[in-house]
């Protein structure tokens, strides 16, 4: 069985930033910075050269969230800092074993997002510290504004150059789906036991490592609909672009930010759409309102106030059966109704994928839900190194913690309390 002492599920960016750390990407502070109060500024001064080494224990007993206090250093403002004006460095020490298994390429579930996605913030917020995009863009020729939306091809280039410069490559094997991870017996080396099934032929291999991250992301368990022919060959389960829905006539059913971007999409591509959401319209109107900062959402607004001739939307309403010959049935507040149509996309979005640790009974979560209309069930960890409560070993990363937020800008400083711990545990710091 190969060993590993540490095994990340997930190369999206949350899983890739604690690869870039346990590669020995550690951070540093330098220059001049301050933090919000003189304890934690004469605490971080006299950490500065190695802020990995200390038991962030200590910044709570200071009153400082331990994932604030990387968050500052690498956003300690609202725009982007220009390059030379970063507080943060990085200096390469020795590598410790660590094995990253994913379905994607790095960059995770952006690898799949719709062809034109545009991020829902600036491309600073996007990017892991230790190779910033701004360096990416000054290096792959790209002149862009850091403080704009991200187009994915942008994106994805990012990630994938990200675990090149830092040299990551090597380490991460994909297409890769972990399918079970259970604690180890005693006459195995390891804490883990890992299972993955490879993809393209189903072989199973098993490993074991004293370390899991787990970073399988926000969807790696899509929802299903509770409606009768889900097989039929008109219904889609990953939109990506108009071109694959060529014919007039598509539903769309959803309701949130990944179904309104395919709405708008195949309605702006001429195509006549049947949007059916289960929320409210006040909801709906709610969400297209607070996200006129977007220009998809000002587009939205436009729709909506426009005349709707190729834009149904069915409010408070959910699809019950695909018949044969693209015939819907869908219940709406008035009854039952029954349209024609040419293709269907089902975009309800998906969990955490949390039955991968059934093995270790019941879990703690926490609720957690933002503006942005992200929802999930967090793990709950300890907030000072991000282990799972529950498994000890066992650090979720990028949204799966407990005590991030809900985007990118929110999670990617927790790869510092997971690699730091790892790191102090093997005495590697
Ligand atoms: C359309 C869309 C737009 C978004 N826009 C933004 C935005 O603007 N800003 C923002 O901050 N966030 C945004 N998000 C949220 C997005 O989840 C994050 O940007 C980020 O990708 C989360 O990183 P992650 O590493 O936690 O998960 P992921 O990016 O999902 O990466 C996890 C990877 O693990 C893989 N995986 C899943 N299960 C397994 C398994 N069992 N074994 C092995 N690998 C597995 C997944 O397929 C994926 O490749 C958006 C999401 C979507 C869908």
Request: glycine share 10%; net charge negative; hydrophobic share 35%.
């Amino acid at each position: 069985m190969q060993h590993h002492s540490v095994i990340i599920a997930g190369g999206g960016p949350g899983g890739l930033g604690v690869a870039a750390t346990l590669e020995g990407w550690h951070p540093r502070f330098t220059g001049d910075y301050q933090f919000p109060s003189n304890e934690v500024q004469a605490f971080a001064k006299t950490n500065e050269s190695n802020p990995l080494a200390f038991d962030p224990h200590e910044l709570i007993d200071l009153g400082h969230r331990p994932i604030e206090f990387y968050r500052m250093r690498h956003h300690p403002e609202q725009d982007a800092l220009p390059l030379d004006q970063w507080t943060l460095g990085f200096t390469k020490n020795p590598r410790i074993d660590w094995l990253i298994l994913t379905t994607d390429a790095p960059g995770g579930l952006w690898n799949n997002v719709p062809r034109q996605q545009m991020t829902l913030g600036p491309a600073h917020w996007m990017e892991l510290a230790h190779y910033s995009i701004g360096k990416f863009y000054e290096d792959s020729g790209r002149e862009r504004d850091l403080n704009d939306l991200v187009h994915r091809d942008d994106l994805v280039t990012y990630y994938h150059a990200y675990a090149e410069k830092l040299g990551l490559n090597d380490h991460i094997q994909t297409g890769m789906k972990v399918t079970n991870i259970s604690p180890a017996d005693d006459d195995i080396s390891g804490r883990f036991i890992v299972e993955a099934e490879n993809q393209s032929n189903g072989e199973i291999t098993t490993f074991s490592s004293d370390y899991v991250v787990f970073g399988v992301g926000p969807r790696s368990k899509l929802r299903t609909l509770n409606a009768k022919g889900l097989d039929q060959n008109y219904v889609s389960y990953a939109y990506t672009h108009p071109e694959d829905y060529p014919n007039d006539r598509v539903l769309v059913i959803g309701g949130g930010r990944s179904a309104d971007w395919a709405a708008q999409e195949l309605h702006d591509a001429g195509r006549m759409v049947v949007y059916v959401m289960r929320q409210k319209p006040e909801s709906h109107l709610k969400l297209i309102n607070d996200s006129r900062y977007l220009p998809y959402y000002r587009r939205w607004a436009e729709i909506i106030s426009g005349e709707q001739e190729r834009m149904g939307l069915l409010y408070e309403s959910s699809v019950r059966a695909f018949g044969d010959d693209g015939v819907v049935t869908i219940s709406t507040p008035e009854g039952l109704i029954q349209v024609q149509i040419d293709h269907v996309v089902v975009e309800i979005g998906g969990d955490p994928d949390y039955q991968i640790l059934e093995q270790f009974g019941e879990l703690t979560f926490h609720t957690k839900s933002d503006n942005f209309r992200f929802q999930l069930n967090q793990l709950v960890v300890d907030q000072a190194t991000f282990e799972s409560v529950d498994i000890l070993g066992l650090y979720p990363a990028g949204y799966s913690a407990q005590g991030t937020g809900l985007s990118v800008i929110g999670f990617h400083a927790g790869c510092f309390l997971i690699a730091g711990d790892i790191l102090r545990k093997l005495g590697a710091v």
